[in-house]
């Protein structure tokens, strides 16, 4: 037995020691968060991506904000609502922590990362969010489509599902034209969904439909492929896309309103 007046050491090893609080590691050093917000077209995603980022600014927070391929072709995020913010362009190749690198270099701050169109960056760019959060304390949020026209995740949607510490549907519904739920992101053309193809191609953000062979708008959009159909010398072609429930996907079934021109954009 032990003395009254004997202190008895901590064990590190005690189920009863407490925890260190949410996002501070034992040796005091705080660590960030990654963070994905998915859902399917037209839900709202941009929106948030932009409201986040409002209400981080507004705290005084510093913040870089990123965008892979947005429908506009500009290095922006557009919210088909009809507000936009000039956003830092992520190609093939860039490493993000290089950019949160040069912003230090310029005597900023980075509190947190904004990234839209998270579905187009690689797994390695998802690892080097990650990294920021876990080694720099970054904040890092993210925003995307899960699935691509033929439902399968995108790379670096997938390696966000592996590697997020939070996983948010983004809230706003879509239905599709039944009435219930829609998540899957059918590329149609011609009044039939297609289920083979590139999965990026050039958008437009003015009209309802999306030019396959359409001419990129800057260097870095040049790298967006356009359809088998229009690599192989096919005749210009157009496409929508329209959000669909898992039933009506599988059946091909566009609702009675098919005949009727786009529903949504690339987003």
């Not at 007046?5 to 609080?21: H, N």
């Amino acid at each position: 037995m032990t003395a009254p007046d004997e202190t008895v050491p901590d064990d590190p090893t005690d189920a009863l020691s407490a925890a260190p609080p949410a996002g501070v590691r034992r040796n005091g050093a705080p660590r960030g968060r990654l963070k994905f917000c998915y859902g399917p077209m037209d839900c709202g995603k941009s929106t948030l991506a932009l409201q986040i980022d409002h209400n981080h600014a507004r705290q005084g927070r510093r913040g870089l904000v990123l965008v892979r391929h947005d429908r506009s072709g500009a290095p922006q995020i557009t919210s088909r609502i009809g507000i936009a913010r000039r956003a830092t362009e992520v190609g093939t190749g860039t490493d993000v922590r290089e950019l949160v690198r040069a912003r230090w270099a310029q005597g900023g701050h980075v509190d947190y990362v904004i990234v839209d169109e998270a579905q187009f960056l690689s797994p390695a760019q998802v690892d080097q969010l990650a990294e920021l959060a876990d080694e720099v304390g970054v904040d890092v949020y993210c925003f995307g489509i899960a699935t691509d026209f033929r439902s399968r995740l995108f790379p670096g949607a997938g390696r966000l599902f592996e590697l997020a510490d939070e996983l948010q549907p983004v809230q706003v519904e879509v239905l599709c034209w039944c009435g219930l739920p829609g998540r899957f992101n059918a590329r149609v053309r011609d009044g039939e969904i297609l289920r083979e193809g590139d999965t990026v191609v050039v958008a437009d953000i003015v009209s309802d439909t999306i030019v396959e062979d359409a001419a990129p708008t800057n260097a870095e959009q040049s790298v967006v492929e356009s359809s088998a159909s229009s690599r192989f010398g096919g005749d210009p072609a157009t496409f929508r896309y329209q959000v669909l429930c898992r039933r009506h996907f599988r059946m091909g079934d566009l609702g009675p309103a098919a005949a009727q021109h786009g529903q949504l954009r690339l987003s």
